[in-house]
């Protein structure tokens, strides 16, 4: 099936009561979120009559559940065993109950691929774990290291030879997955868990995690959102090489080094093709990158959802576009996207230019230039300082604002900063992109931060301090990879007043976690920075 001859069927059908056939434009080029050119069962979990009807009948609560499921035969079968059983019928004519059994039929539980495992180098009491002085957060930290084992997983072998029966993305070694919905391994959450893994003094799980990140890079180009076909137009926040970092900094493993320097190049190349753009500024031209992802379909994995969201959108490309690169930052969803600060319905993402992605870009660059000199390769080493510090002058002529005293998103459409708080303001804190010799800058941003009050929430310093907003990144959800940066760029700083509110955040996330896991024997997604814990599973 062509996607022009596809696109009249998609667009005249809903989820909810009435029909978007009257409420929708014809999607001129549409692309969707995996094709024959990256998958070789895109025509069934990526754009398919079979996807529509699946999610049209809400055969399950969530969407995510069908694309994750394997199927039995071969991707063109299937379609085959559809097209006669349901070919010469509307997808809304479709009898629910059979549709199921066809389901039921032709494919697998979904999970069912994935093999458990215990790491080898999992140890029930690691020396730094052992060495927690309180007794009852050494008991918890333990018992948070016996989860490793149920969170670690392998792909089945049999399946890199018969990739097309499966949504998932074959990787060659262990990794730990997210937990709850999730059964895979997502990028960005990849660089905490490693430094958990760190922590526990698991270094081979750790290399075996950025060797498949790396294995992705080789194949692909870049880093998928996740591990599976449906991600294969977006990616997450550039950590690769944080992670790399963060074991070179424990193993000084310099052979690993050598090998994976090469990847992390490939991956910056995927960046600066692909999510670099000019912004002006002033009078001059800056080059900067933003979250762009090219699909403008409905997501697979929350496909009746975007459906329902973009009833009162008149240009739906855009929106799933815009919705779609707003995953990619890891922040799905948040106001920082939305032009109205409100509603999703307003969401343009590509106009923003997120000042953390550039920070995060900045660190790589970092990196690039301490590894190589690691590793006595000074003609590259000098080429990344060199590109780090036109980069860094960048940042601060693009995302800081002089007059706040702090970086900012910078908005293309209006040409101005968005100046609400978010913690992302302090990601250039935590990766060094700016001149560290003034302290000025940095005491300038807690100032503001204090004057806000974003530290005085008793369960940490929630994502937003937008109160009306209904999205989950934002007020009053607190994040764990927000917190421990903002933690992270505090210590950092030369500053004791600085230092000393870093540690008191982080006893106050520590504390609060601590206390949730007390009450329900869970960690969790995200907790309330009020102190009340929402229900959203990340470990169990």
């Given at each position: 099936m062509t996607y022009s001859l596809f696109l009249p069927a998609f667009l005249c059908f809903s989820l909810c009561s009435g029909s978007l056939l009257d409420q929708v434009h014809w999607i001129e080029e549409p692309v969707?979120?995996?094709?024959?050119s990256n998958s070789n069962n895109s025509h069934i979990y990526c754009n398919s009559t079979l996807l529509m009807a699946v999610?049209?009948?809400?055969?399950?609560?969530?969407s995510k559940t069908f694309v994750d499921m394997p199927m039995k035969n071969d991707p063109d079968f299937v379609l085959e065993k559809f097209n006669e059983a349901f070919g010469n019928i509307s997808v809304e004519?479709?009898?629910?109950?059979?549709?199921?059994?066809?389901?039921?039929?032709?494919?697998?539980?979904?999970?069912?691929?994935?093999?458990?495992?215990t790491p080898e180098d999992w140890n029930p009491q690691p020396a730094k774990l052992m060495s927690i002085v309180d007794p009852q957060l050494r008991g918890w930290a333990l018992k948070l290291n016996a989860i490793w084992r149920s969170l670690c997983k392998r792909i089945d072998p049999a399946i890199e030879n018969s990739s097309s029966r499966y949504s998932l993305i074959y990787l060659p070694h262990i990794f730990i997955m997210p937990g709850g919905r999730f059964r895979e391994f997502y990028y960005w959450d990849a660089y905490w868990i490693i430094k958990g893994l760190l922590a526990c003094e698991m270094y081979n799980t750790t290399k075996a995690m950025i060797e498949n990140l790396g294995s992705l890079v080789e194949r692909f180009g870049f880093v998928p959102n996740g591990g599976r076909v449906y991600y294969l137009r977006r990616s997450q926040p550039p950590l690769l090489a944080g992670m790399l970092y963060e074991y070179y900094e424990v193993t000084k493993d310099k052979d690993f080094v050598m090998k994976m320097l090469p990847i992390l190049?490939?991956?910056?190349?995927?960046?600066?093709n692909n999510r670099m753009t000019t912004v002006t500024v002033k009078g001059t031209d800056y080059f900067v990158y933003r979250y762009n992802t090219k699909s403008n379909m409905p997501r697979p994995e929350s496909y009746a959802q975007d459906i329902k969201k973009a009833q009162s959108v008149p240009d739906k490309a855009q929106f799933w576009q815009d919705i779609a690169s707003a995953a990619e930052s890891g922040w799905d969803f948040s106001t920082r996207w939305f032009s109205d600060h409100k509603t999703i319905y307003t969401?343009?993402?590509?106009?923003?230019l997120p000042v953390d992605l550039n920070a995060f870009i900045c660190w790589n660059f970092d990196i690039l230039e301490y590894l190589y000199e690691r590793i006595d390769d000074h003609m590259k080493s000098e080429f990344y300082r060199e590109t780090r510090a036109r980069f860094r002058y960048t940042v601060h002529k693009v995302f800081y604002n002089s007059t706040a005293g702090s970086w900012f998103d910078f908005n293309l459409r209006t040409g101005s900063h968005n100046m609400a708080f978010y913690p992302s303001i302090t990601v250039p804190l935590f990766t060094g992109c700016y001149n560290t010799l003034n302290q000025g800058k940095s005491e300038r941003l807690f100032t503001l931060m204090k004057d806000i009050g974003v530290f005085?929430?008793?369960?940490?310093i929630p994502t937003s301090m937008i109160t009306d907003s209904e999205e989950q990144w934002d007020?009053?959800?607190?994040?764990?990879?927000?917190n421990h940066m903002v933690v992270e760029g505090l210590r950092k700083s030369q500053n004791a007043q600085m230092q000393d509110a870093g540690y008191r955040l982080a006893r106050k996330w520590i504390m609060g976690n601590f206390k949730v896991w007390k009450e329900t024997n869970h960690m969790w997604e995200k907790v309330r920075a009020i102190a009340v814990f929402l229900r959203i599973r990340m470990l169990r």
């Amino acid at each position: 099936m062509t996607y022009s001859l596809f696109l009249p069927a998609f667009l005249c059908f809903s989820l909810c009561s009435g029909s978007l056939l009257d409420q929708v434009h014809w999607i001129e080029e549409p692309v969707p979120v995996c094709d024959r050119s990256n998958s070789n069962n895109s025509h069934i979990y990526c754009n398919s009559t079979l996807l529509m009807a699946v999610n049209y009948h809400e055969l399950y609560n969530d969407s995510k559940t069908f694309v994750d499921m394997p199927m039995k035969n071969d991707p063109d079968f299937v379609l085959e065993k559809f097209n006669e059983a349901f070919g010469n019928i509307s997808v809304e004519a479709i009898n629910r109950t059979k549709l199921q059994q066809f389901v039921d039929e032709h494919f697998s539980p979904p999970g069912s691929e994935m093999l458990p495992c215990t790491p080898e180098d999992w140890n029930p009491q690691p020396a730094k774990l052992m060495s927690i002085v309180d007794p009852q957060l050494r008991g918890w930290a333990l018992k948070l290291n016996a989860i490793w084992r149920s969170l670690c997983k392998r792909i089945d072998p049999a399946i890199e030879n018969s990739s097309s029966r499966y949504s998932l993305i074959y990787l060659p070694h262990i990794f730990i997955m997210p937990g709850g919905r999730f059964r895979e391994f997502y990028y960005w959450d990849a660089y905490w868990i490693i430094k958990g893994l760190l922590a526990c003094e698991m270094y081979n799980t750790t290399k075996a995690m950025i060797e498949n990140l790396g294995s992705l890079v080789e194949r692909f180009g870049f880093v998928p959102n996740g591990g599976r076909v449906y991600y294969l137009r977006r990616s997450q926040p550039p950590l690769l090489a944080g992670m790399l970092y963060e074991y070179y900094e424990v193993t000084k493993d310099k052979d690993f080094v050598m090998k994976m320097l090469p990847i992390l190049e490939k991956e910056l190349t995927f960046w600066n093709n692909n999510r670099m753009t000019t912004v002006t500024v002033k009078g001059t031209d800056y080059f900067v990158y933003r979250y762009n992802t090219k699909s403008n379909m409905p997501r697979p994995e929350s496909y009746a959802q975007d459906i329902k969201k973009a009833q009162s959108v008149p240009d739906k490309a855009q929106f799933w576009q815009d919705i779609a690169s707003a995953a990619e930052s890891g922040w799905d969803f948040s106001t920082r996207w939305f032009s109205d600060h409100k509603t999703i319905y307003t969401v343009e993402t590509k106009n923003v230019l997120p000042v953390d992605l550039n920070a995060f870009i900045c660190w790589n660059f970092d990196i690039l230039e301490y590894l190589y000199e690691r590793i006595d390769d000074h003609m590259k080493s000098e080429f990344y300082r060199e590109t780090r510090a036109r980069f860094r002058y960048t940042v601060h002529k693009v995302f800081y604002n002089s007059t706040a005293g702090s970086w900012f998103d910078f908005n293309l459409r209006t040409g101005s900063h968005n100046m609400a708080f978010y913690p992302s303001i302090t990601v250039p804190l935590f990766t060094g992109c700016y001149n560290t010799l003034n302290q000025g800058k940095s005491e300038r941003l807690f100032t503001l931060m204090k004057d806000i009050g974003v530290f005085d929430y008793p369960g940490g310093i929630p994502t937003s301090m937008i109160t009306d907003s209904e999205e989950q990144w934002d007020f009053p959800n607190g994040f764990s990879p927000l917190n421990h940066m903002v933690v992270e760029g505090l210590r950092k700083s030369q500053n004791a007043q600085m230092q000393d509110a870093g540690y008191r955040l982080a006893r106050k996330w520590i504390m609060g976690n601590f206390k949730v896991w007390k009450e329900t024997n869970h960690m969790w997604e995200k907790v309330r920075a009020i102190a009340v814990f929402l229900r959203i599973r990340m470990l169990r």
